[in-house]
DNA sequence: CATAATATCTGACTTAAGTCAGATATCGAA
DNA sequence: TTCGATATCTGACTTAAGTCAGATATTATG
């Protein structure tokens, strides 16, 4: 009925429209948005001020009057940084805190409203996921964390229940040979993940044994980041990491149902081979030689 | 990992902090944020001052101002509204048109690139889909159209896909019981579309016999525009409808895999009755008295 | 240590946007 | 025809936001 187009413009003015009453919570507390998005910041940890600069796209000159503006109000402190007293850590006061509070507890309380008027919510979280995901692509970071920490064992945990959703006799991790987190740390391996703004959007395992063989395992993307190349970025991230520990071969297997992963190691260099392992699910073996 | 409100807040902030980039194509061709958005709306076929005013929500001074710079530029021309000549009406002049134009191409060519950049255009779009639905719900309307129209036919197309997508035989037009379009029209029927922004959201068909018992037919509602109450307002118009035509009995098949129809029946008014017809797809058959 | 580079700040601007009180012209109804 | 209501316009403001050229202080580098 719509083309393509047309509808991406429809989302955009239906998302410009209702952006003011998107989050109205900067507004509405008697202070211009300027000082109040500097206060967000701060209160969101951002206290370097370069960095607030640059997070919210603003003039030094601007900043600096802006930063004044919110310490005569008693809501911010600034002073030099200690290694290097040319730039300046900006932080909230006790009433700054307060103020911050305020803004926040209005900010959730709109997100919680809109919410609360669907009666689908986690239709709709799924897809404001996808939207916020794809428009953030570039602001997407790939970070080496502790596979044992929150964040991995979130994304391992998404990772299960989609095998176990895709595969048609479902999945067991107890029945699979599911790597010793300690092989998928330094020095042996690395364990990756995608973060956007806070929330894990995809992770990979490096699984290594001190040799020159390891395996990637456990890649994953969350449905709401598919098509935007994050698979293929933390592939690169495992494949840099296992040239970083003189690794020279790489092997994965993989189960035929997950087309999209197939499609990525077919077009990113890796090669079918025999299977190396007895592991009940999997039923492609590929390798990969840096 | 993170909880619903943090989900909406990160879209939030997803969405304004690209909101510049969403659509740059107001600004880039030298002309302040307001002129270029009454300009647009003008060429988008808003031409009565006062609805201009409305639409873009600004204070009647600033209106005449952005108009007259508009004239000053030769884009527009203004002249009293033929009934009432306190009213104006404005115009894009040739210059003026083709200086919409180009904010037009520039725009679609932005939503162009975010698809292009997009390996599954088609799930995004679906996520945009529902988002706007959301945010623009209150802005939804029911409009009473020819059920042999462009927008019914659409409706209908995108009910029996998925129909046969849901039945797990399938579902073939041909062998159920196909209401005549005629039947569902005046003097007998009616036929109802939701429309969100242009874009047909639902519809559903009351099907009269021109004696006082009718059918509620076609029921359908977008997969993006669920949870929005849009099943219970097509529902709404439909009973208007019949109770103007002074059907007394309503009558509607449907088939158990539809759970969330059924449901909506239960809640309004419906007590289920002994099959009524023997079309083969429906195994549930509904009644309410008006 | 001299000098260039860096981070922030200040002052002096411009522009956009919005507000508000009337002015002007026209309309609708008594 | 008169008068209140309505639609738009004008003039005189305010505020927010942004720009830009230096000033100042500190750090890095040869």
Not at 73 to 96: C, I, N
Not at 101 to 127: F, I
Request: proline share 4%; glycine share 8%.
């Amino acid at each position: 009925m719509l083309d393509p187009v047309s509808r991406v413009r429809r989302f955009n003015r239906a998302v410009t429209s209702e952006v003011g009453a998107l989050d109205t919570s900067f507004l509405g507390r008697g202070r211009p948005l300027g000082a109040a998005r500097v206060l967000n910041a701060i209160g969101h940890g951002r206290s370097d001020v370069a960095e607030l600069r640059d997070y919210l796209a603003l003039d030094s000159g601007l900043m600096s009057r802006l930063l004044r503006s919110l310490e005569e109000e008693g809501l911010v402190t600034t002073k030099p940084h200690p290694d290097d007293a040319r730039r300046r850590l900006a932080k909230l006061t006790a009433a700054g805190r307060r103020e911050f509070e305020a803004y926040e507890t209005l900010s959730n309380a709109q997100a919680q409203a809109m919410l609360a008027r669907h009666s689908q919510p986690e239709a709709l979280l799924a897809a404001m996921d996808m939207v916020a995901a794809a428009l953030g692509r570039n602001r997407i970071s790939i970070a080496e964390v502790d596979a044992r920490g929150e964040q991995a064992r979130y994304c391992l945990g998404e990772y299960y229940g989609e095998l176990s959703r895709r595969f048609e006799r479902g999945f067991d991790v107890a029945r699979s040979r599911d790597p010793d987190a300690v092989d998928m740390m330094a020095p042996r391996g690395a364990f990756f993940i995608a973060l956007s703004d806070g929330l894990p959007l995809g992770c990979v395992g490096l699984k290594g044994t001190g040799g020159a063989v390891a395996e990637i395992k456990r890649l994953w993307v969350a449905p709401a980041a598919r098509g935007i190349g994050l698979g293929r970025r933390l592939m690169d991230a495992a494949e840099d990491a296992a040239r970083k520990l003189s690794i020279k071969i790489l092997r994965l297997d993989t189960n035929s149902v997950l087309s999209e992963a197939r499609q990525l190691y077919r077009r990113t260099g890796w090669t079918e081979i025999d299977r190396f392992n007895d592991d009940p699910y999997p039923d492609l073996f590929f390798e990969k030689r840096l």
